[in-house]
């Protein structure tokens, strides 16, 4: 992970500790970046956490445009963060055996595409992790494409399961080429009801044995 954001920084030369919107190279004044970065630093709101990023569209387009230093262009900020990829994350877990999980995963885009900024495909790169994030129990590169645009990507994993059981798992996902771009989404176990680890054996019925030729 470390290494994907230190190369995604170096391709799209700026920091993550940045503000994303600087990624629109020439849409926005510069004065716009330093502002959100200098609120960042007053308030010590982590301007680099994907959420804290996109609340930004929570706040009314006059009030943003004050915020930034840039009064006309809070409808401009927005517009912009809403091509900055967003995903919706809904996951369904079900045992398999006491040792083997199924997610179902659900990838839905809620962002705007543009072709200057996108392109024909958007790539992520999908982990599923312990609760130390210390393990990655699955990887997996998912694709999406101009032409099947808002069109949700299901995904069925087989998730190795330990005991004892962690409280939760964590499904994240990360862009390929955007700065900043990270969901983090975590999956609880604490409902979850796992079959026996030993499946009970059938008694052995005292039955005298047939000959062979009882088989015509």
């Excluded at 790169?125 to 299901?154: C, G």
């Excluded at 019925?205 to 009882?214: C, F, H, V």
């Amino acid at each position: 992970l470390k290494l994907i954001r230190i190369a995604k920084s170096v391709d799209k030369r700026i920091w993550f500790f940045q503000t994303p919107l600087r990624q629109f190279e020439g849409e926005i004044p510069s004065n716009v970046y330093r502002a959100l970065e200098h609120l960042q630093e007053n308030s010590q709101m982590n301007y680099d956490a994907y959420d804290s990023f996109l609340y930004l569209l929570d706040m009314q387009p006059g009030e943003l445009g004050q915020l930034c230093k840039w009064k006309k262009g809070g409808q401009k900020v927005q517009k912009l963060i809403r091509y900055f990829p967003n995903l919706e994350i809904d996951v369904n877990v079900q045992p398999l055996s006491s040792s083997i999980l199924r997610f179902n995963v659900s990838l839905s885009p809620i962002f705007n595409w543009s072709s200057r900024w996108h392109g024909g495909t958007e790539g992520f790169w999908l982990w599923v992790e312990d609760s130390d994030n210390m393990r990655i129990y699955h990887k997996e590169y998912v694709l999406f494409q101009k032409r099947t645009f808002p069109d949700a990507i299901n995904l069925e994993l087989t998730i190795p399961a330990f005991s004892p059981m962690p409280s939760q798992y964590f499904i994240r996902v990360v862009s390929d080429s955007w700065v900043g771009c990270e969901m983090l989404q975590p999956v609880s176990f604490k409902h979850l009801l796992l079959p026996e680890q030993h499946t009970p054996h059938t008694d052995l019925m005292d039955l005298t044995p047939l000959p062979t030729s009882a088989l015509n």
